[in-house]
């Protein structure tokens, strides 16, 4: 694949966060922290880490239901996998359309259309369920009035993202409970301006919203949010192990603010895997909790490395078994319409 405009971004962007993270610790004082870090909690904290993508699996499988009722977890599982690993190695943030091309691959039931808007549906309720847990833990921490975050007031921050997660949210709501409507607004718009392209969107579109069938029904919704809330519960644990293991004395809460400032933070273009633009943040916001930057710094390195290695391996063990290229994910594009919404 090739690495376009947007990936040279990424690359600079997150080699400017790399520089700006680095200015005040040295690899030195980095090195001599993770030597003396607990290697059985770092370990472990890698592995709770692993352990979201089994579950991120089984809460797509019930996002699917509507699709296919009998999806094998093992081949949502193995999809997951692969679309980590190439977030993890290939530019543009590619996962998600690997992701989708892989199930598809497995199962010839779900259209590609069909699961790549049942992971618009998996990230919007990643996004939702992260504030919420970023606006429990400011709740919690008791954070002075006029904090900020690299100049940005925190409260300005979680109003932002809130905004963001819940506006995208009712987008998606909304193409689930009035498909006809869209349907309708599509053709007289599109089939005005771009007649030619009218009848391929429409199909596009009509797969698109059946990936959405999630959200129609309460119970339905009440489970994917369930299931979010446990994997985010649990990535959080992973963040808290890694706390213990070198050091760092900060609450719980600590761990779930920090996801969610790292969560906003590696929304910004970057490098495959979001390497400098996860230290920064992790740094910025462990500085609210008056952590030493030598510790902070360690503990974002050593995390972010050690729970990167195991998904990147898995996944590409996958991917090399189901017989798929990097190439034909340049062949492969998000459905018309949909690009913004994942």
Known sequence: MKIGWRGALGFALSAAFFVWTMREVSFAQVWGVLRQSSLPLFLLSAFVATIIFPLRALRWRVILEPVASDLSLGALWRSTAIGMMVNNVVPARAGELARAYALTREDKRVSFAAAFASLAVDRIFDAVTIVILLVIAMFVSDFAPGTTISGQPVNRLALFAAVVALGALATLVAMAMFPALVVR??????????????????????????????????????????WAMVMWLCNGLAFWLGFLAVGIEAPFAAALFLMGVIAIGVALPSSPGFFGVFEAAALAGLTLYQVPSDLAVSWALGFHLLSFLPITLIGLYYFLRLGMKFGELGQRSPPTGVEAAA
């Open 185 to 226: 607004i599509w053709d007289a718009v599109i089939g005005r301006v771009a007649p030619r392209f009218a009848d391929r969107g429409r199909h596009l579109l009509e797969s698109f919203m059946t990936g959405l069938g999630a959200l129609r029904s309460p119970v339905r919704f009440a489970k994917v949010l369930g």
